[in-house]
């Protein structure tokens, strides 16, 4: 649920050694940031590696390994976090991001995966 | 008239609350406008920081002034218990039981009667937290949901717990989605979106209705050469393994809220409206039959199976909920919306641009 | 003493029978010498060349002297109606009721009360034989059996179908199977023997013991490392969606038959019996508050599960279960077997090597 | 079920043209001949073709693909029918048998193969 929503449209936007686009969960409620079990961003068709992703929402920051054991902070409903790529930076001009999110429901019998596909602009 | 009540769970909205189209204001204010007084939450959607930031005063003063500003009731905070919090192993019993202790005193204190618990919670933690929920004037109810069923060996298993712990504080909360007497036609549309060819889909739609055991149809599908979707779909019908609505009757005493479950309300020239798939018309007889006197909260959840196609309009949709539950009830005044669902969100809005 | 009356379904003996250790009169005096007095049996498997040859006079007057001979009476043929007897298409509506029919007649040839039909015959075609039913004094009852059960939505039409009729013609033969409360040993010891780890087998035991979810115990497995046989025995969980003996009470005037299905029958040191899987006792107690007169036929379906690791010894099995329904039927002797029950075999052995 | 009862031991032997051994259907009833779908015998692994197998009951023969409309016989519980193979023949001596039976059952939500493997030998 809440797939074609998850990027927010116009967030692209260039970080220290990376980019970044804001994203929210999709869910219908937030999650403790333990239960994240993986971000995966692919931006023009190449994924980028987990321990280039960082997570950061209200002034934290955190790797995807930190997050696992996160048990005080969460990814609210609704909430836009800022999905952080280290990958060196990204050219200006069009870029299709997708964005998928697997994460660990306690009453799902299975472990979701939902993703987005947008394409963003990165201001020169 | 009948003792039965009207209430709205505010995850119908989801849609619109997600991308802030429509604020807490709204949605109480547009479910009292149509007389559906009975406010159900799932605490986390509607508490920003619950549970880990636990729910600011302002917050909670806000929600009990718009509660009396709109002549609202509290009915419920559906809380979700996640035992899976430490990857790889779940939490322990007494984390499981005092986590449960915490959203008992956070229903008490939005005024909640009730907090619903999924279903996947093992019946010993509630039976621990029961003395607690009675201490605070709450009671527990398991949220008994498709595929599950009051027949269910694990139903079974927690009725025989709440009988066996003598408290009261335990109950059930039927979700009516477990009902469906006919495949959801928005279900069906949005298979045949992501590919399951027509000729499959309108065979499942009608092994549904001539309510064949799932494995045949599953294997139907297969020889028609079905994959991927159309699998999925077939699949979808080992979710309704029962659907009796009188069932529930076995258990009137331990049930206090029902779930208003659907997935599409259809609206003819007259005005009437229906749920295509659920048989709402059975349900209130049955509900009546049982003496129930609570809410029937609508909890719309059509929004996921159209938004790839469409943008969902869900107050559209608990309205016309609302018009057929009124009319089920032997009301006599149509409900009907006054005010724009989105006028405190507009207004918001327009301060921001204005600051 | 109880109206409960008992019978064996010669289904039980297949393993010997299929080769040839047993012949029918062996069955049927093995059955009687026990005092499960109702025989059923299953046409095809009895009678040679049922239903292409037809049956040979001389096999059903065989059949009249032995239940003679023997004391016993005809309770049941179990017909099959191999609706997919034609590759790809399934066999037209005419010809499935008058296959029906000539399963009636025969039936009746044999003396039976009723003809034990599969659940997934429509009911279309049963109501439309029924009138040939009546008049031929037979009852044909179709066979409640995991995964379906008495709440199931293909029962319920099957039941609706039967009342809209307006015969007594049609009715129910609960299948005992359904009533699993535990996972049953033999089950689980033959996962073993394919492959299935200790560890997880202990855990899909203990989960069907604590009546989990069959889509949480499967995703379990997996998060287990469990793979083919592993899955499989999991999957086994979706069978037992519902497991109330009780459930039968609404049915009551139509259930004139009941399959006494049991894997394993455990002897202790006293000569107590008991099936470790299947709740025999609340069985016994719920059909006596129905007001049950029929028969419980031993159905044994352990063969099946242990046959790989040794040879079944059914009738010590069948035994075993007459044992244990005479004790909980309040009967004061305890049934025995005084001739070999392979006696006729060995005689029709010794006299075809003297020849 | 009866799966390890398929074979019947001691039942090799020499065919014009090819060899033969002796089948049970693994069922506790019989099936009408169009119901069974296929048969396989694998010798010494090699799998033999479908064309080359034969059924036999009761003094009458049949191909795999004949059977499938055959609605007046049937392979009758625990009947012994006769399964030829026309491979121009085996060498006398120990072979194994590998006997697989597919068959369509009105009621079951899938198709049973069920097999047996066995050395049986060949009289010189
Ligand atoms: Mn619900
Ligand atoms: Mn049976």
Sequence with gaps: MMDNKMIVEGSLQSEDGGFSFLGRLPYYRGLGLSMIEDIQVTVDGEVQSRESVRFSVRGKTYTLDEMETVYDDRWNFGEKAKIIVLNGGLAAGDHQITFAVRYRVSYLPFVPTTKDTKDLALAA | ?355
Tied chains: 1, 4.
């Design chain 2, 1 to 355: 008239m009948s003792k039965i009540k009207r209430g709205v769970s505010l995850y119908s909205y989801q849609n619109e609350t997600f991308q802030g189209k429509m604020t807490l204001e709204d949605c109480i204010r547009t479910s009292a406008e149509l007389g559906a007084r009975g406010i159900e939450i799932i605490g986390e959607q509607t508490f920003w920081g619950w549970p880990e930031y636990g729910a600011a005063d302002a917050d909670v003063e806000n929600w009990h002034r718009l509660i009396k500003q709109y002549d609202c009731t509290p009915v419920s905070h559906d809380f979700m218990l996640d035992y899976k919090r430490y990857k790889g192993r779940i939490m322990p019993f007494d984390e499981q039981v005092a986590s449960v202790k915490r959203d008992i005193e956070f229903g008490a204190r939005l005024g909640m009667k009730f907090i619903r618990a999924l279903v996947s919670i093992a019946p010993e933690v509630l039976v621990a937290a029961a003395p607690h929920a009675e201490e605070h004037g709450i009671k527990i109810l398991i949220e008994v949901h498709a595929p599950l069923h009051f027949d269910h060996p694990w139903i079974v298993r927690h009725a025989e717990a709440f009988e066996k712990s003598g408290s009261d504080a335990l109950g059930f909360l039927p979700d009516m989605g477990m009902f469906l007497h006919a495949f959801p036609p928005v279900w069906k549309e949005k298979f045949l979106r992501i590919g399951v060819p027509r000729n499959i889909a309108d065979y499942i739609e009608k092994a549904y209705a001539d309510r064949v055991l799932s494995e045949y149809v599953i294997l139907e599908v297969q020889e028609m050469g079905g994959t991927g979707p159309a699998i999925a779909m077939a699949e979808t019908l080992r979710h309704n393994a029962a659907f009796e609505p009188k069932r529930m009757l076995d258990y009137m005493p331990r049930i206090h809220n029902i779930h208003g479950k659907f997935y599409q309300m259809m609206e003819d020239t007259n005005g009437d409206c229906v749920e295509p798939s659920i048989p709402y018309d059975e349900i209130v007889k049955v509900l009546q039959q049982g003496g129930y006197e609570g809410y029937i909260c609508s909890e719309y959840e059509g929004n996921r199976w159209i938004e790839d196609a469409e943008e969902p309009d869900s107050v559209e949709q608990v309205r016309r909920q609302q018009v057929m539950l009124a009319k089920l009830l032997g009301e006599a005044e149509v409900p009907t919306i006054k005010t724009s669902p989105t006028a405190s969100a507009d207004a918001e809005a327009t301060r921001e641009a204005a600051e």
